[in-house]
């Protein structure tokens, strides 16, 4: 599977609480941690300053995140 990279776009695959789709969530950079690992450091598409960081093993997964094109 091809590396993550900034701009990319992915959402969770389960629906809100409410049922609607979850949001996108936006990779704002891709590094490298203390453990070795690679991870995402994500943005909500609808508000930037909701972040998170994320295993990039995580957002390949297709059971938990589809990317949006």
Same mark, same amino acid.
């Given at each position: 599977? $091809? /590396?993550?990279?900034?701009?990319?776009?992915?959402? /969770?695959?389960?629906?809100? +609480?409410?049922?609607?789709? +979850?949001? /996108?969530?936006?990779?704002?950079?891709?590094?490298?941690?203390?453990?070795?690992?690679?991870? +995402?450091?994500?943005?909500? +598409? &609808? /508000? $930037?300053? %909701?972040?998170?960081?994320?295993?990039?093993?995580?957002?390949?997964? &297709?059971?938990?995140?589809? %990317?949006?094109?």
């Amino acid at each position: 599977m $091809p /590396d993550i990279q900034p701009g990319q776009r992915f959402r /969770d695959t389960q629906r809100t +609480a409410f049922g609607g789709p +979850a949001p /996108d969530w936006v990779v704002d950079q891709v590094l490298v941690g203390t453990d070795g690992k690679q991870y +995402a450091q994500v943005y909500l +598409a &609808t /508000d $930037p300053k %909701e972040r998170k960081t994320l295993s990039t093993a995580v957002l390949r997964d &297709t059971r938990r995140f589809v %990317e949006v094109r």
